[in-house]
């Protein structure tokens, strides 16, 4: 079945660090690719997706490429600001008609 | 309405009763879905609704757990003789899903906060 993966947490970081955080899914077929996230008190929204191999989405500054031959999609930003502290979610479509699959999550906490 | 609304916000029960959780999708949407997070746990998916198909009812995690949906519209999700591990936050999204396009986003409601006692 289909499967997402996300590096295990809590990550906490400097402002103006760099950050990875790692994704890496299973699916049949070609699969569409995003990242949600859940700020402090407020709901799922999402981040960025990709839909084929070598996308990229980005937002906010952030960026994810759409890798298949290592079957990842690993979120990235060049410099995170305090705001940026939330839970991070990992998600896969693998078809018009399926489910959105997501993995664990992973917390995020940015200090000053 | 703007968004996905759910209610109640917040559902404080004993055990062994009964609770219906209701979920106000986006207006037009035609994909909804429900999924449970625990305290400290990811998104857990319970049921999957697209149109006039079968639901995907995979996730739901025993008969104790059921869901309907009236069309397009309203869906409720009912939880019988509840126990303490029912305690979490049961989010409801929606997505247009026109044309069959499997890169929409989904819109999430608020959630439900189900507290067990």
């Known amino acids: 079945g289909n499967s997402v993966t996300q590096m295990e947490g809590p990550v906490t970081l400097s402002e103006e660090a760099f950050l990875t955080i790692n994704c890496t899914y299973t699916?049949?077929?070609?699969?569409?690719l995003f990242w949600y996230v859940q700020y402090p008190g407020e709901g799922l929204q999402l981040l960025l997706k990709?839909?084929?191999?070598?996308d990229k989405g980005s937002n906010k500054g952030f960026e994810a490429t759409y890798r298949k031959e290592t079957t990842s999609f690993h979120l990235e930003k060049g410099s995170v600001q305090v705001s940026d502290s939330a839970v991070y979610f990992c998600?896969?479509?693998?078809?018009?008609?399926?489910?959105?699959?997501f993995g664990k999550g992973i917390t995020l906490s940015v200090r000053p | 309405g703007a968004g996905v609304s759910q209610s109640p916000s917040n559902k404080v029960t004993e055990k062994g009763k009964d609770v219906e959780l209701r979920c106000d999708p986006i207006?037009?949407?035609?994909?909804l879905y429900w999924y449970r997070q625990r305290l400290g746990q990811g998104l857990e998916f319970l049921i999957y609704f697209q149109g006039n198909s079968a639901p995907d009812k995979s996730g739901l995690p025993s008969d104790r757990f059921s869901a309907e949906r009236t069309g397009e519209s309203v869906s409720t999700l009912t939880i019988q003789r509840t126990q303490q591990e029912d305690s979490a936050v049961y989010l409801c999204?929606?997505?247009?899903?026109?044309?069959?396009?499997?890169?929409?986003?989904?819109?999430f409601g608020s959630g439900t906060q189900l507290s067990v006692l």
């Open positions: 999204a929606s997505s247009l899903n026109s044309g069959g396009q499997k890169n929409e986003k989904l819109f």
């Open positions: 998600a896969l479509r693998a078809g018009a008609n399926s489910k959105l699959t």
């Open positions: 699916a049949t077929g070609y699969p569409s």
């Open positions: 990709a839909t084929k191999a070598d």
């Open positions: 207006s037009g949407h035609t994909a």
